[in-house]
């Protein structure tokens, strides 16, 4: 294994320290492991989210004004515990609630819900909202359910920015949840990642073949099968997610992410035959993110979103955000 | 009688706990590779280690304050799945616990029924959903029915122990229905439950640390 | 070799592609391979940079208000030719004249040359500056001299802020060349780059070592030395451009860029030991930038670079800017 | 006298260029690896590709035009250090030759002469820098010599292409002073520079096809 890093124990401890000394607009409470944002909330609903690490820039990249105003950052794939939410609900609530954007986990479901409840006993507010997008994963009452992925980074923006418009909590919860139901994701990994304190890759891939249906913890995908060439990807990426999701008639919001290890310069080309295919299809593009925006270490592949979105949602999506990775109109 | 476990003896339970995660978290972390996301060895090493820590650290008290103890660090430094449910294991163990220095042989069965249905409450999870019920159900079954069929305390725990094994092996061919491991529908058979094997390990401890006492 | 792309022959055409439809703001000329903004630039001075294709997001990426008015893109790891970079000064230009960036490679040098010849038989008026940062390359007049590696972005920024304010062709040349003359960067990499084309990585390194002073071209480094912790590095990398360049007593610009392969959180562990030594030394980081922005393919490693600034380069640096991958003030 | 090039005898120097590069394509892009960016192989195929595409295309008129032709089209499509250096060569070769449809012996010389002082006036490179010229020099060199010496235009060619080729195996030792492989320093020592490569195949094809022209 080769990493740019001290040791994997301190690791997400030094990259905190990191993320401290990039950005200013940010404070980060190191002890409870929690970025917050210096933006004022005083009087309006609060967002934290949160989970295990290694999903960088997810989700403390995008803490700041008009996006998440906490982010709990859990050891690495690791939800983070009760207590940590709660000091990081603590902190931001000023009275007006606090919603939990929450990935469809189930450590990260237990744990947030540990503190939602230790948050309500202090007299906070609290509201959820699950992310499970991911249409690798069969949808069944009986399971886990579906995972959570980069439809997350999309609610927290639209949801951040409903916030800071003064939105309650009921309204914002309303807005996630409708963003949550329209989102959907598919991702394909060319290699594994490789957990720093396990020191080798989660999977073995041969040179040949690629997983479909990935998602971002190192896990196996649905199906082993042959590389592929970008065109015939972003057909199967497609394919699934509008067979799942009727996406016709709305403007989308799609993000391709790279998985973390994926130059650039393929992720363009990915996204000219992901846009081919919804051309094809009479899906329009409306917005959309190309890059490493949800990853899982140091993975390469890539997963795309599309999330079915209105004048509503795209309005909100254009609104002032001023994170370290997602910043405009500020 | 001899049947009822002193703190020391809880005590020790949680240490030889904690020493065979360690040397077993290699093992726990490749079966979270194949079927999850290869931490659960690393979290239940730095759970466990926590509790060690919390229990050097002194102030023993009742059993309810210990287990209780022992629940809160584990919810607080294990995150993930396994955090909240062995977390709520013990602190369901705590709130189903006398405020005593000791548990006899029904306290502790009683003790164990409720954390094992604290698991079950957060997790929804039931036998054949390849999870750590897997394991535990069968344990404390076992332990109910040896204690009703009149045997001693160690010999019904080391039945709950061999049972908790069967159980954790009775994983392998199912198809996982929750926690990360179903998201590999079909992919995730032929492999055995990170979780089931981890709670195989905290009931075989248990039995190990009361053999070893009683020896 | 494992990529998601149709086929190197076609991966740069893809990616232009994506690249058009990702961002409304940009304006791709398929022919030519030159990546244009819309941004006005009536009466005031317009930059062109370019070079090989691979180091994304540079220099497509930073095309847009407030930086580069064209990015000419050559094939992977090869200068672009005369004639493209023709066309994108013939394209931009609006009487006030054109700044070429160039870094300093033999092949970019002469094409950009010929480029200024062909450009000035026409009537257009050039100016060009070389970026030549690379202080792992030994300085001197009887070779090719330094690389230019990420300097070259910084002074993107500066430059096309003071473009964007009007200023002369060459009080913006003067101004491009003070930033050159006060960046230095220094690389090393975990892993080799695959060029597509060629299907096997430049060059092998074994599990337990590195590349010390790395470019971004897949060429080996100056030394193979056993893999370093991220405090030991950093150590290394400081050590090397701050004893080549005085920074003290001034603000700097730092910019920790991923080499393509590296995941965010391996980055900001290292800005953390950067900053770290920075700290020591008592130079101050005034601005900074973590994160993949001048890349070499798919290869694992670092790049820092330190620019010496003052309150008129932070200020221009401050400027509004709309590009894909540089946004804030806009 | 059969000692003139005509039209057709560069049209066969240049199509067995552009067949020699891309057999030897890996080899170059091998070499480059090793001391550069790996992509030199594939920019020599791209441009002497496009060179046989422009002369399949027709229009041939004076040997002038055809090699200014040759040398923009490779100017235009290679890229990179050689794509100007190779564009430059040619286009001063036209520069320096008849408004004629063949060149003689002498007018060849000249040609070639002006072909290598234009890549020398442009790169700035000398013998010895561990680039094209270490090839290219000598092969200027040894044809002026043997014309000179009253040897025939073939056999004068057939020892330049000789020259490169001993030209470029020098490169092998010496530690670079220009172009990419500079930066390593000490460490380019032990490879042939791939540009002399290049160049030595550019010599032994004019060989190679005045041998098979006159055989
Ligand atoms: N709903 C559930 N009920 C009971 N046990 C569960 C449930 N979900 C997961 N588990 C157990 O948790 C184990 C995984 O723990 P761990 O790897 O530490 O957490 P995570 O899955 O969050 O990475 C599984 O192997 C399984 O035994
Ligand atoms: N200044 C120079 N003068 C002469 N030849 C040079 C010079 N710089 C580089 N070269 C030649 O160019 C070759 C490299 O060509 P190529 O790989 O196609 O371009 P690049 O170096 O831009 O990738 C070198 O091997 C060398 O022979
Ligand atoms: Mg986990
Ligand atoms: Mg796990
Ligand atoms: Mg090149
Ligand atoms: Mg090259």
Known sequence: MKKLINSPQTLLADALR????????????????????????????????????????????????????????GE??????????????????????????????????????????????????????????????????????????????????????????????????????????????????????????????????????????????????????????????????????????????????????????????????????????????????????????????????????????????????????????????? | MSEALTIDALQQWLHRFAFDITTQADWLTELDSAIGDADHGTNMVRGTAAVVAKLDGGTTGTVQELLKAVGITLVSTVGGASGSLYGTFFLEMARNSPSDVQLNGSELENALHAGVNGVIARGHATVGDKTMIDALEPAITALSQSLADGRQLQGSIAAAAAAATIGRDSTKPLVARKGRASYLGERSAGHIDPGAASAAILVAALAASIGERTA
């Not at chain 1, 295990?52 to 105003?69: I, K, T």
């Not at chain 1, 609630?97 to 006993?121: H, P, Q, S």
């Not at chain 1, 363009?268 to 890059?291: C, D, H, K, Q, W």
Request: charged share 20%; with cysteine; aromatic share 6%.
């Open chain 1, 18 to 73: 990191g993320v401290a000394a990039a950005h200013d607009q940010l404070s980060v409470d190191f002890e409870n492991r929690i970025v917050f944002s210096t933006a004022p909330r005083e009087g309006r609903v609060a967002l934290v989210s949160g989970g295990g690490s290694g999903h960088e820039p997810l989700h403390s990249g995008f803490v700041g004004a008009g996006m998440l105003d906490a982010a709990c950052a």
């Open chain 1, 76 to 330: 690495i794939f690791t939800s983070p515990t009760p207590d940590q939410i709660l000091a990081a609900a603590t902190g931001v609530d000023s009275g007006a609630g606090v919603l939990f954007v929450v990935k469809n986990y189930t450590g990260d479901l237990l744990n947030f819900e540990m503190a939602a409840e230790l948050a309500r006993e202090q007299g906070i507010e609290v509201a959820s909202v699950v992310v499970a997008d991911d249409v690798a994963v069969e949808d069944s009452t009986w399971t886990a359910g579906r995972r959570g992925v980069g439809t997350t980074l999309i609610l927290e923006k639209v949801a951040g920015a409903a916030a800071a418009r003064g939105w309650s909590l009921e309204k914002v919860q309303v807005l996630a949840k409708r963003i949550a139901d329209a989102g959907r994701s598919m991702g394909a990994a060319l290699t594994s990642c490789t957990v720093p304190a396990v020191g080798k890759p989660s999977f073995d891939l041969p040179e040949d073949e690629m997983e479909l249906g990935v998602g971002i913890h190192g896990e196996p995908g649905r199906k082993r099968v042959p590389v592929m060439s970008a065109a015939e990807l972003s057909h199967a990426l497609v394919e699934s997610i509008t067979t799942d999701y009727d996406f016709s008639g709305k403007p989308v919001i799609a993000l391709l992410t790279g998985l973390g290890g994926t130059p650039l310069i393929e992720l363009y080309a990915m996204f000219a035959e992901v846009s081919a295919r919804l051309n094809e299809r009479n899906i329009t593009i409306a917005r959309s993110l190309v890059g490493n925006y949800v990853t899982s270490l140091d993975m390469r592949g890539c997963s795309l979103t599309l999330v079915g979105a209105d004048n509503e949602i795209l309005d909100l999506w254009d609104a002032p955000v001023n994170t370290p990775a997602l910043r405009w109109n500020d």
